[in-house]
């Protein structure tokens, strides 16, 4: 873990992440749709041995989810180049390294809460998390 975040650094963060973080989202719930979409012509093509297919739709398709590929990748490589680390992108989850005591620990914040009120050790996940408390929000970051 190279950078470390205050609680007040990363919610001074909070804003740019967040539309990264959505943008990254909406490329992959677009994804998804084009997926299932290819999913149901090559389900009729298999069950009808064969149907007229519209090749400039499904090159457009293919195309268009290149394109959202790409997006998400950027979306949250732009994330991690931050430090941040993206944990899911179905539920928006972004979990910030902090210095506590010597101890790394991880600020967790989800899409659609107002600031970050959680952490989490680094061997837990989401289902571990617990409300920041007076030491972790008073923590300085200790940048080495």
């Known amino acids: 873990m190279d950078r470390t975040f205050s609680l007040s650094e990363a919610q ?4 740019v992440l967040e539309s990264l973080l959505r943008t990254s989202m909406e490329a992959k719930k677009r994804i998804e749709e084009i997926d299932a979409e290819l999913q149901k012509v090559s389900h009729r093509v298999f069950l009808m041995g064969g149907v007229m297919l519209n090749p400039f739709r499904l090159k457009a398709l293919k195309e268009e989810r290149e394109r959202h ?3 998400a990748q950027d979306a949250v490589a732009e994330i991690h180049a931050t430090g941040v680390q993206v944990k899911d992108l179905d539920i928006g ?7 506590v005591e ?7 914040w989800k899409l659609g809460e107002r600031k970050i ?21 008073k923590a300085k970051n200790n940048r080495q």
């Open 69 to 71: 590929i790409q997006r």
């Open 102 to 108: 010597g101890k790394t620990i991880l600020l967790c």
């Open 12 to 15: 001074t963060l909070l804003p």
């Open 93 to 99: 989850l972004l979990d910030f390294p902090c210095m």
């Open 117 to 137: 009120a959680h952490w989490h050790g680094t061997d837990e996940g989401y289902i571990g998390r617990k409300l920041i408390n007076d030491k972790i929000a």
